[in-house]
């Protein structure tokens, strides 16, 4: 157990449509990173907030958005959902706000769109 | 086009056997992670490596980055099946992070 919780675990839905996912990171993190993992591209970085502050960018689309709140947890926002966001996406956090990969996962939550 | 390519892609090997997986790039990072993945679950940190040359050993695993701080390589002795799994070399240059194509391991009893 990583000590980063993701919800939901799984969800499914329909074209169109909009949905979040939320993550508490780790005790004491204060980094948070959003990353897509789909069978042909791979695990793909997202986003990365720290402590409420948008950090880095990666290959995020305009459709979808993500916040860091007070508390420290992230919701990462997808909308107008098409079958090729069909992915895993995970959330892992991180002590540091500086550029680092020594990050910590979370289980994941499997975003099903039909 | 990936930043981090990994070979080989996919790995079936015996209990007991050696293996070695790559991780190459043309860009220089500052550090590069090793990372196993296992079936819905998150990926878990195996090692970091930050200077050019490094080795580190983890039981049965040595890692080490290369001199350029280009590519790292993964060496597992005498593999067992609780290695099965999907390996992934990731590392940070600039504000970016860069996580590599991913090698999955199959390891037989």
């Known amino acids: 157990d990583s000590g980063v919780t993701q919800t939901p675990k799984h969800l499914i839905t329909a074209t169109g449509q909009r949905v979040t996912l939320r993550c508490s990171p780790r005790?004491?993190?204060?980094?948070v990173y959003w990353y897509q993992q789909s069978l042909d591209q791979g695990l793909q970085f997202l986003i990365q907030?720290?402590?409420?502050?948008?950090?880095a960018k990666g290959n995020i689309l305009e459709r979808f958005s993500a916040q860091q709140f007070p508390d420290l947890h992230s919701e990462l926002n997808l909308s107008s959902l098409e079958l090729g966001d069909s992915a895993l996406y995970f959330c892992?956090?991180?002590?540091?706000?500086?550029?680092?990969?020594?990050?910590?996962f979370g289980p994941g939550t499997r975003l099903t769109v039909l | 086009t990936q930043l981090l390519e990994q070979s080989p892609q996919f790995l079936s090997i015996q209990e007991g056997e050696n293996l070695t997986v790559y991780c190459n790039s043309s860009s220089v990072f500052s550090s590069l992670q090793w990372y196993r993945q296992e079936p819905g679950e998150g990926p878990v940190l195996l090692v970091t490596v930050v200077t050019g040359g490094e080795v580190k050993k983890l039981k049965r695993l040595t890692f080490q980055f290369g001199d350029a701080r280009k590519d790292s390589s993964l060496h597992i002795t005498a593999a067992q099946p609780g290695d099965t799994g999907l390996y992934l070399c990731?590392?940070?240059?600039?504000?970016?992070?860069?996580f590599g194509t991913g090698t999955s391991l199959t390891v037989i009893p």
């Open positions: 907030y720290y402590n409420g502050e948008e950090r």
């Open positions: 990731a590392g940070n240059t600039g504000n970016q992070f860069y």
């Open positions: 005790s004491g993190d204060l980094s």
């Open positions: 892992a956090s991180s002590v540091y706000g500086a550029p680092s990969i020594e990050q910590f």
